[in-house]
């Protein structure tokens, strides 16, 4: 099993700064994608952004230019790197974690999804 370990979150004035870092921990998987999700009070999950194995990235439409999401694969870790917040994007933001068993490879193979406990960021105007 995974277990994710997430910090970074706080509290920030509009147009500041915030770092997120995820730490997944276990044995036995193989990451494949990592990426941050949040929720903000009253709204739906949304995904924030994703970088998959190969490095590929996806971003929501709103904050591209703005985040930049990384990941350090021999420390099992993702970063979310937050420029320019906006009062609108308080919530609380989810490290997701897509794993496979160490000893299975391919397509035959089941990914399995991880998540966080959450940490809150909010953004003051």
């Known amino acids: 099993q995974v277990h994710l370990v997430e910090s970074g979150g706080g509290l920030v004035q509009a147009g500041g700064s915030l770092r997120l870092s995820c730490l997944a921990s276990?044995?036995?998987?193989?990451?494949?994608?990592m990426g941050w999700y949040r929720q903000a009070p009253g709204k739906q999950r949304e995904l924030v952004a994703i970088i998959h194995s190969g490095g590929s990235t996806n971003y929501a439409d709103s904050v591209k230019g703005r985040f930049t999401i990384s990941r350090d694969n021999a420390k099992n870790t993702v970063y979310l790197q937050m420029n320019n917040l906006k009062p609108e994007e308080t919530a609380v933001y989810y490290c997701?974690?897509?794993?496979?068993?160490?000893?299975?490879?391919?397509?035959?193979?089941?990914?399995?999804?991880?998540w966080g406990q959450g940490t809150q960021v909010t953004v003051s105007s």
């Open positions: 276990g044995s036995g998987f193989s990451i494949n994608a």
């Open positions: 997701y974690v897509g794993a496979r068993d160490y000893h299975c490879s391919g397509y035959g193979c089941s990914v399995h999804d991880y």
